[in-house]
């Protein structure tokens, strides 16, 4: 078993990554701390030990409600003792980090904007001797901002104080530019791409773009389509790369800093279910791309599946971590997947580090369309959630249930993994519902551990008749309910899990759920998981923090073997990725917003949305 000792090392090496973001080592610059998304920090004042007495430092209230699925998902920014996040209505604002009170507030609409701030964070520009630092912020109406972090003013750049990056992309089409994401930073650039949606033949592309902080002007362009004379071009058919709506982006970005690449996890194609206009594997769709920061040139692509009509697109950002091989140590990264395994893959090359192997799937009965023979399969780690069901693993937490379950799941066709949506009722598992969360892994790299949050749950549905290509007639998936009686997955729990991964060996070191139904625990059906979303973060001191979950806790286990040290309810669920940082007064604090989301799977359900706090706790 390998040393739990943090080395000297290790420490010394975050404190310089998130140096190269303008701040220090107790402080949390980026959605995932460094701009490799390890969600790590070195800090270790609050220990396994201790962390019982974790209470309520303070509570900042927005004002707001949010709710529906998406909620409020933002992960503050901590920056030499100041908070900077962006509400659920559009503010960016900041805070004293030890007291959370305000310190300045900037209103989107003063832009004349009708969009919000990206629901899942900012990003944060240290600028130079010249420049003051910037929060730098997305809009879902395609405005990319500049404020100033000192005292919360506009920074005025590009012709109307802002980038609207509509232009030289929606004119044909019309419509909107929506980003969902905040920028990824490397030096001066700010690195982006649109979310275009799941349906529609036509619409605008999801190409990758980069900026100069500076000036706002667009630096260089990626096509997320092959164009004719570019690499992997023909992957869509003869013609179907042409005014193809996307393939674009939805989740953060990482970036390796010292080789100068960023890595961009890529949406679907579209039409989502049905790829009657697309034949092909349609690269770069459902892949993850490594591109040149500062040209935007590819280095290399790895399609997670291939031709994708199961809503599998690249829904996480991809972590940095080394793996130790033989005494060398590798660079590699973890890529979580909605289809329940992880790629973990050497990051410079793409080639898996454990192997991967293409497999024969399922076939598609839908006349048109073909699902693509073979689908890539890590041969490590084991998958992370379930990726098939049969009729003995349905819900039995009553007779009733059972009864009910098997009943449903016999008017279903289930084929294993990668069975697709059908013109009969097809279950899918793990579904789009299932898998990694959007948040991506975090990485301890003292113990080499890499942290997932996942959850297991299916989707059923079938193919129906649509018009939603815009051209011809197509097939689009219609859900079918796949609950028990009292509205509980039908599929057998734990429906939610948190767990480790060996990065050396890519062996699962231990696996738990996370979360709980508060009423079915009250029956004595406990450790059921519920559905899940945002991450975990890792300390040195080998705490997991995460909140995720639909019951409104806030919960801390232990990262060497998975035991829950320490919970506490928050005034709404935390459907986010937390952070901890260190006030100038010497206290270490974990804090995190609980904004709502996942809606649709709170039991019991909701009457109206709860309010949007962000809550810190500290040592008492």
Known sequence: MRTLRVSLFTTLMLSSLVVLQGSGPGDWPGFGNDPGGTKFSPLMQITPANVTRLSVAWTYDTGEKGGGFRGWSVTPLVIDNVMYFAT???KLVALNAETGAELWKFDLKTLASTGRYSPRGISYWPGDAQTPPRVVATTTDGLLTQVNAKNGELVRIGDKGYVDLKIGVTEKFGGGYNVAAPPAIFKDIAILAPAT?????????????GFDLRTGKELWRFHTIPQPGEPNAGTWGANGWQDRRGPGSWVNMTVDVGNGLVFVPMGQPTDQNFGSTRPGANLYSSSLLALEAATGKLKWHYQMTHHDIFDWDANAPPTLIDVIRNGAKIPALA?????????????????PMFGAEERPVPPLDALGDAAWPTQPFPLKPPPISRVSMTREEVNKTSPESEKACKALYDTMVQSGPYTPYGMVPSLVFPSSEGGGSWSGASYDPGRHLILVNTRSLGTAGELRPSMSSGLLPSFGKVKIPFDNPEGYPCSA??????????ADTADIVWRVPLGEYKELTRRGISKTGTANAGGPIVTASGLVFIG??????????DSVNGKELWSATLPNDAIATPLTYMGRNGKQYVATVAGGGLDNFVKPALTAPRENVVVAFALR
């Open 88 to 90: 659920y209505a559009g």
């Open 197 to 209: 949606g799941e349906q529609g033949r036509y619409g605008i592309p999801g190409d990758i773009r």
């Open 335 to 351: 890529q979580s997947t909605k289809q329940g395994v992880m790629f973990i893959l050497n990051r410079l090359t793409g080639e």
């Open 493 to 502: 729990p734990p429906w939610g899990e948190l767990m480790a991964i060996d």
């Open 548 to 557: 995720s979950t639909t019951d409104q806790q806030f919960r801390a286990f």
